[in-house]
């Protein structure tokens, strides 16, 4: 799609510097980066580096042993799903969970009690990737549209035996404000549920440092608390039910977006206030050199416009794929605007248009991870459960009829999706020697990869994109997706 066929003015206004903002970064400014980042997470036994052959990759700086781990790579964006948001409290920051478990339990059964719990399926040791079934939510084959409703309740004879288990509005308040303890919940000690600091009830904390530092990289341009003027907070009202109706995917991009301006504010009122004369003549007065230096951080990620690398979903003919590709692009351009309204910047405005939004929510599609995080409430159930016999059945007294509510939804986990720049970079393999798995210790939204068998020095560190334990075809069918046909050895060997 060209800037001339775009919905969006912007995209014709702006196409000199989205132009230059979507070109690839050079060799040196991407290595300085790697460099720099890998140094700052202190993750040393590994490089990013491109070969003509591959091209970007990471590699061992020193030799791992299987089920060592590589990699702990930090979130650069991510964000709960807004569905899992009902039956896990959470750091909006970290992920971890917080409060505590009379908190969680009591808070999803008054959720399950309103109708409002959703059950999602997890893994609660692995992270895989997202981009293979990542599709809007509403966007399904019905003939000549893709519009449909989608519900996501349990079964009738589910939620009947949960509502003869359900408790009493009068016990998990008691459970939710503290004047209720289980038995042996100290042994599930949660950090404290820290509020917004501007008020809103949409983001919790664990500590005040993950709090400020939500609110200076993302939150203080996204949150709709009190202090903010009446119209933004609508206008950011209208775009959040829209992504929650549609496709979360969106919340991750206008993060990216608030990201990226709050950086430039920053790198401009440093000038300001350095009067670097020298910098401002450069510049000659544009505001975008600084726009270029905020967007650093995106540039280096791979990217492909989402209606082009969206996967077609199974739902969706081949003969209507040209009509699906453009409702989804006529839907990220119905989200933009909504954004648009609610954080527009005109020194920023090149942001707001169609190609760039539409390109960072490719990148996250090609490569953002699911965001695992296993709950303390199945541990907790599980202590229990391994108690010796007299403490066991003196413990159920009380945990028993809290664990029948619950019903199979004891167990669900804090589910998102994340970018992580060094993670991103890593190459798939049919035959990998490392997976990103979460391990018992690894409590918060972090990626963790591990290797799967013995790693040399300066050998190419990768990952599986899809299932590859299914056969050729189908694995290559799957990648075709993220734009390449596997040539791993296993895929060599076992080709026609």
């Known amino acids: 799609m060209s800037s001339s066929s775009s919905p969006c003015p912007l995209d014709a206004e702006f196409s000199d510097q989205i132009a230059a903002l979507l070109a690839p970064p050079s060799p040196q400014s991407e290595q300085e980066y790697y460099d720099e980042l890998i140094e700052k997470t202190k993750c040393d036994g590994i490089r990013v580096k491109r070969t003509k052959k591959i091209g970007k990759g990471v590699f061992a700086n020193k030799e791992f042993k299987e089920g060592e781990l590589i990699l702990k790579d930090q979130i650069l964006f991510a ?51 997202t981009s293979e079934e990542d599709f809007p939510t509403e966007l399904l084959d019905e003939g000549e549209g893709f519009i449909t409703d989608h519900s996501n309740g349990v079964g009738s004879s589910t939620s009947q035996k949960l509502k003869e288990n359900s408790l009493s509005e009068e016990i998990l308040e008691s459970l939710m404000n503290g004047d209720l303890s289980l038995p042996h919940s100290k042994n599930f000690l949660l950090p404290p549920v820290v509020a917004c600091p501007g008020g809103c009830e949409e983001e919790h904390y664990c500590s005040q440092q993950c709090a400020d530092s939500d609110w200076g990289l993302f939150h203080s341009l996204l949150c709709n608390g009190n202090g903010v003027e009446s119209t933004q907070r609508d206008a950011l009202l209208r775009f959040i039910d829209h992504a929650n109706r549609t496709n979360d995917i969106f919340i991750l991009a206008a993060k990216a977006i608030s990201f990226v301006i709050l950086k430039y504010r920053k790198l401009k009122q440093h000038i300001e206030n350095s009067k670097d004369k020298v910098y401002q003549e450069v510049t000659d007065g544009s505001c975008f050199p600084l ?7 995106i540039s280096m990620g791979f990217k492909g416009r989402w209606w082009d690398c969206i996967s077609l979903p199974d739902e ?3 003969s209507n794929e040209a009509s699906f590709r453009m409702q989804i692009r006529d839907l990220a351009f119905t989200s933009l605007q909504l954004l648009k309204d609610a954080i527009f910047n005109k020194e920023c405005a090149p942001l707001f248009s169609l190609e760039i939004y539409g390109t960072i929510i490719g990148m996250f599609e090609l490569n953002n991870l699911d965001l695992v995080v ?84 300066e050998e190419e560190i990768t990952i599986s994109y899809i299932d590859e334990d299914v056969p050729f075809e189908e694995r290559q069918a799957l990648l075709a997706d993220y734009g390449f046909r596997c040539k791993c050895q296993k895929c060599l060997d076992e080709q026609p």
């Open 79 to 129: 964000a709960q799903h807004s569905s899992n948001k009902v039956d896990c409290l959470v750091c909006s920051r970290c992920f971890c969970f917080i409060g505590s478990v009379e908190l969680q339990i009591g808070r999803k059964l008054y959720f399950q009690n309103t109708g409002l719990s959703r059950k999602q399926d997890c893994d609660h040791d692995t992270i895989s990737s």
């Open 316 to 318: 969706v003919s081949f």
């Open 291 to 297: 726009l270029f230096d905020a967007w650093k951080s």
């Open 374 to 457: 296993a709950s303390p409430v199945e541990d907790y159930f599980i202590y229990i459960d391994d108690l010796p016999f007299p403490e066991k059945e003196e413990a159920e007294k009380v945990t028993k009829r809290f664990l029948n509510a619950l019903g199979e939804e004891y167990s669900v986990c804090c589910q998102g999706t994340g970018f992580y720049p060094l993670q991103s970079c890593m190459n798939h393999s049919c035959c990998p020697n490392a997976q990103a798995f979460k391990r018992d210790e690894d409590k918060d939204g972090q990626a963790v990869i591990l290797a799967t068998r013995s790693i040399s020095l």
